[in-house]
């Protein structure tokens, strides 16, 4: 299993240098609103996030409340 990693990460490792080694100059233009979709890609990512783990950081802000287990008798 390790060397399989290891064969892994080293051939991954291989591929991104030769992809820099072998890159050209791009001619493109980035709009204006690129920026703003990439923050509202993110803050939407952070959002749901929060919602689907609501209940666990619920707990780490509100005390768990004992109950009590009083019994009362009745009067006879």
Known sequence: MTLTLKYFATT???LVALSFAFERQAHAYVDPGSGLLLFQG?????SA???YFRRRIKGLFVRAQTK???VTQPRA
């Open 42 to 46: 993110i803050s939407a990512t952070v």
């Open 68 to 70: 009590s287990h009083t």
């Open 49 to 51: 996030a929060l919602f």
């Open 12 to 14: 991954l490792m291989l």
